[in-house]
């Protein structure tokens, strides 16, 4: 009976901490489907009595879901693909090539996580406009493509992998880009994966910069769109915004559901190997 002492009390770690995570997710849902005058009811109801769908008819009537979904998307998806594809080939340098001042130059690139947005957004925003990409898409894609965390996961994945598949593939006269593109990268993928859903769920909910960078509706996304839902909570209408943020969370996660397997691959590969 001692024996399973701790194991209950793991369990039971993991149960409180899984209710203070999902619990404001499930009043979130459940607050979007109740009427506008039960919205601050107090004590507030995790179950409501008779669900009203008519807040997710609003949120269409009042913004426009599907364009700022589709900016959203295109501009996630191209991100976690550039930083998917950078962040590995600037990983498998920093792990398997020597040259010179590497370590300083690794170095630079890690210091760079530790500066804020806010800090470098007025020069990012001056290039950007010398660009004349101003208020496009573009303006939110390119500069968040390099990547200085996904830069250092990969290299750390990439100095777990066998050393002996690039000196095999030396010896049979493979160039080191060939060597990275046939052997290492597919070898990477999961750790590929975790760069691109990470990527994904960050610039999915990505408010700062398409503030700062965009001035037409038509490129708004998703969640610079949400903001204009703020009118409704005037009118005690809070129901109509808590039914935008379940709409925004919908792809992300099921984003994560169909990344989760090779998340879970590529975090636990390095006490595999």
Same mark, same amino acid.
């Given at each position: !009976?001692?024996?399973k002492l701790?194991g =209950? %009390?793991?369990?039971a770690?993991? @149960?409180?901490? &899984?209710?203070l +995570?999902?619990?404001?997710?499930w009043?979130t849902f459940?607050?979007s489907?109740?009427p506008a005058?039960e919205?601050f009811?107090l004590?507030?109801s995790?179950?409501?009595?008779?669900?009203?769908?008519?807040s997710y008819?609003a949120?269409?009537?009042?913004i426009?879901i599907?364009l700022l979904?589709?900016?959203s998307?295109?501009?996630?998806?191209?991100?976690a693909a550039?930083?998917?594809?950078?962040?590995?080939?600037?990983?498998?340098?920093?792990a398997?090539?020597e040259f010179?001042?590497?370590?300083?130059?690794?170095?630079i690139?890690?210091?760079?996580?530790?500066?804020?947005?806010?800090v470098?957004i007025?020069p990012?925003?001056?290039?950007?406009r010398? !660009?004349?990409?101003s208020?496009t898409l =573009? %303006?939110?894609?390119?500069p968040? @493509?390099?990547t &200085?965390?996904g +830069?250092?996961?990969m290299?750390?994945y990439?100095?777990?992998?066998?050393?002996?598949?690039g000196?095999?593939?030396a010896?049979?006269?493979a160039?080191?880009w060939?060597?990275f593109?046939s052997i290492?990268a597919?070898l990477?993928?999961p750790?590929?994966?975790?760069?691109?859903?990470?990527a994904f769920?960050?610039h999915w909910n990505?408010?700062f910069r398409p503030?700062i960078?965009?001035?037409?509706e038509?490129?708004y996304t998703?969640p610079?769109?949400?903001?204009t839902l703020?009118g409704?909570?005037?009118?005690?209408s809070i129901s109509?915004v808590?039914?935008?943020?379940i709409?925004s969370m919908?792809?992300a996660v099921?984003v994560?559901?169909f990344g989760q397997?090779?998340?879970?691959?590529?975090?636990? %590969?390095?006490a595999?190997?």
């Open positions: !009976m001692t024996r701790p =209950l %009390a793991a369990y770690v993991l @149960i409180v901490a &899984a209710l +995570t999902l619990g404001p997710v009043w459940t607050t489907l109740r005058a919205s009811s004590p507030p995790f179950f409501p009595l008779s669900p009203d769908f008519s008819a949120v269409f009537e009042q426009k599907p979904v589709l900016n998307g295109l501009v996630t998806a191209l991100i550039g930083q998917m594809i950078t962040a590995a080939m600037a990983g498998y340098v920093f398997r090539m010179r001042g590497k370590n300083a130059l690794f170095a690139v890690l210091a760079t996580m530790m500066v804020p947005a806010q470098t007025v990012v925003f001056m290039i950007i010398g !660009m004349g990409l208020d =573009l %303006a939110l894609i390119l968040a @493509i390099p &200085a965390f +830069t250092f996961l290299r750390q990439f100095l777990g992998l066998p050393l002996d598949l000196e095999a593939a010896i049979d006269g160039s080191p060939r060597t593109f290492y597919p990477a993928l750790g590929m994966a975790i760069v691109g859903v990470l769920n960050f990505e408010f503030l960078f965009m001035i037409s038509e490129n998703l610079l769109g949400l903001v703020q409704n909570l005037g009118t005690g109509i808590l039914a935008g943020v709409l919908i792809p099921v994560f559901l397997r090779y998340l879970r691959e590529g975090l636990t %590969a390095g595999s190997k």
